[in-house]
Nanobody, 117 residues
Framework: QVQLVESGGGLVRAGGSLRLSCVAS????????MNWYRQAPGKQRELVAG???????NYADSVKGRFTISKGNAKNTVYLQMNSLKPEDTAIYYC???????????WGQGTQVTVSS
């Protein structure tokens, strides 16, 4: 059973930055896919950014050029650097991990990001 723990959320003014961290435990394997999703009040959860074990990344159009996903030096650790934050980025951000393609997705408990105007 993989456990994911996120940290780094908070309150920031528009134009500011935050860095989210996600640490996975409970598996001896390298996790192939780690992603960040977010869910704003009244909206569906959406994919923000993803990274593979090989380092390939993908981003939602709404965050391209502002957010950067990266792997940490520690095994199964991922970061989301968020710059030029906008009020519409306000949401609960969730870390997601899939150990092997087609496998069970695991979720963290989420971390709140609030951007004030």
């Amino acid at each position: 059973q993989v456990q994911l723990v996120e940290s780094g959320g908070g309150l920031v003014r528009a134009g500011g930055s935050l860095r989210l961290s996600c640490v996975a435990s409970g598996t001896s394997f390298w996790i192939n896919y780690m992603n960040w999703y977010r869910q704003a009040p009244g909206k569906q959860r959406e994919l923000v950014a993803g990274i593979t074990s090989g380092g390939s990344t993908n981003y939602a159009d709404s965050v391209k050029g502002r957010f950067t996903i990266s792997k940490g030096n520690a095994k199964n650790t991922v970061y989301l650097q968020m710059n030029s934050l906008k009020p519409e980025d306000t949401a609960i951000y969730y870390c997601n991990a899939v150990v092997l393609q087609g496998g069970t997705p695991y979720w963290g408990q989420g971390t709140q990001v609030t951007v004030s105007s």
